[in-house]
């Protein structure tokens, strides 16, 4: 069984910045990816970056230039600096991760308001 643990989301003024995390909990896994998505109300959701067992990262348009994915074991970071009103969004933490036949799961969400 594997649990996602996401901290780190919160309200944060315009301009500012935050640190998320993602910790996988549970069986020790091989991990293929760590990605993080994001959902604002009424939107889909979206990618935001993401990073490979190898540490390749790719991130979504929104993130170029601003955010900054990382891993250390299997936790995964999400820095976020120059937040922007539009950064608003619940942020899902998503791993995949097994071996022949790798299996996606998600975490509960955490919740990023940016406003004055």
């Known amino acids: 069984q594997v649990q996602l643990v996401e901290s780190g989301g919160d309200l944060v003024q315009p301009g500012g910045s935050l640190r998320l995390s993602c910790a996988a909990l549970?069986?020790?896994?091989?991990?293929?990816?760590m990605n993080w998505y994001r959902q604002a109300p009424g939107e889909e959701r979206e990618l935001v970056a993401s990073?490979?067992?190898?540490?390749i990262t790719v991130y979504g348009k929104p993130a170029k230039g601003r955010f900054t994915i990382s891993r250390d074991k299997n936790t995964a970071y999400l820095q976020m600096n120059s937040l922007k009103p539009e950064d608003t969004a619940v942020y899902y933490c998503n791993i995949v991760a097994g071996g022949l036949s790798p299996s996606s799961y998600w975490g509960r969400g955490t919740q990023v308001t940016v406003s004055s």
């Open positions: 549970g069986s020790t896994l091989h991990i293929h990816a």
């Open positions: 990073i490979s067992g190898d540490n």
